[in-house]
């Protein structure tokens, strides 16, 4: 198969995309030598990991509207940079409270330009068949961050210290930054509506009061003051923020989408993937350095495996919805990753790696054959003219489920000798977790091919 033209394009497209997604793994190795240089504990480190995501999922929606309204190659260059220089902030961040200030503000450079990246793709490329090859490409991105995350951030913190795996992005964000200006064509902007930003506020407060009671529950106890009152903030927040949708004539997050039992299930399971994903491999991260004192590298490469699958999985799911449909590879990716989560919650302080990796194998494995199959669901079930909100969604809800993943998973191994048993517990939630997922999977996801009309990356 011959590239795709304008490979400048492609390149400088790709750059945002995969940073942005190799930012969501690639710390996870370097946090046990974060927590030590910054004098932090379990709670710091998933403000470091949450930090970055909770931006990056609560702007997403806003972010692919403004990146429409004005301008999607100015919008990403913007959210380049942005990304870029929150990167070299975070690399010389004196403490653990700038250091999670300066993620987050790398998941809102992350969230501005992450939407307006495939509109650039299907702007440059008019025909069909290019333009399929090289959202193909930049779709593949994703597997290729996921899978070098953890290895690249093992070297790195082996090599030099934590602060690495931020300063590196400098040179590639400065390369993708040139590129766009001097290669990418301009996509003319165009308004549909009014901005939802009573929304965009109650949702990011909906999100944080969820993030922080979760996250903080664990160190303060879940019966403490602040937790609680964090708690009802999100509910509140939540409340309004969906009476309110109901009630838009212009809503950031269309009701109507949802009454498709299709595309709710898959935003569902989307949730169910990331929430099982990111947690697992934030718990396995922390339990190769700190329980059974790994270095940074040997934990890297004890998860490659795991990630390394992903790109082979995304294939074979592809090939295989687009014969049978999406319902068959979330159905049992779905319960091949819940039982290998199950498998993880049995880990001791003691066990070999060989008797480990297999069950990471497994999680591996089903939740790439199901992520690819999920999108296709989510997005040919979004009507023609909602195609671009469709896609915005289905990623807030992977970037959600995540968020809460790291936030509650990690708030279970809080505390001096709780970590075998939260690692246990968590596992166990979220292999549960992935076998609902394959039951809803199963009775609402439609189970033949309606032919999807657009490509959204199959990543985790």
Known sequence: MLLPRHPRVLVAVCIGYFMAVLDSTVVNVALPDM?????????????????????????????????????????????????????????????????????????VGAAVQVPAS????????????????????????TGLAVAAGPVVGGILTHAWTWRSVFLVNL????????????????????QDGDLDLKAQLLGI??????????????????????????????????????????????????????????????????????????????????????????????????LLPQTAVISLMNFVSGQVTARRGPRLPMVLGLGVGGLGLGSLSLVQVRTPLGAIVGPMLAMGIGASLAMPAMTHAAIDHTPKERAGIGSAVLNASRQVGGVIGIALLGALIGGRGHFIPGLHRGMLIAGALFLMGSGLSWRFVERGVRGARYAVAPDV
């Open 205 to 302: 407060v909906a999100l944080g009061g969820l993030t922080f009671g979760l996250i903080q529950g664990g160190v303060w106890g879940w019966s403490s003051a602040p937790v609680i009152v964090a708690l009802l903030v999100a509910v509140v927040a939540g409340v309004l923020f969906y009476l309110g949708e109901r009630r838009a004539e212009h809503p950031m997050l269309p009701p109507a989408l949802f009454r498709d039992s299709t595309f709710s299930a898959a935003n569902a399971v989307g949730a169910i993937l990331s929430f099982g994903f990111y947690g697992e491999l934030f718990l396995m991260s922390l339990f190769f350095q700190q329980v059974q004192h790994r270095s940074p590298l040997a934990a890297g490469l004890a």
């Open 118 to 141: 495939l509109a650039l793709l299907r702007h440059a490329y008019h025909d069909p068949t290019e333009r399929a090859q090289a959202i193909g490409i930049w779709a593949a991105a």
């Open 35 to 107: 927590a030590r240089g910054l004098g932090t504990g379990i709670a710091g480190m998933q403000w470091v990991v949450d930090g970055y995501a909770l931006l990056f999922a609560s702007l997403l929606l806003t972010a692919g509207a403004l990146a429409d309204r004005l301008g999607n190659r100015g919008t990403f260059v913007v959210g380049l940079a942005l990304f870029t220089l929150a990167s070299g902030l975070c690399g010389i961040a004196p403490n653990l409270g700038t250091l999670i200030a300066f993620r987050a503000l790398q998941g």
């Open 171 to 190: 040179p590639v964000g400065v390369l993708g930054i040139v590129l766009t200006l001097r290669h990418v064509p301009s996509v003319p902007p165009h």
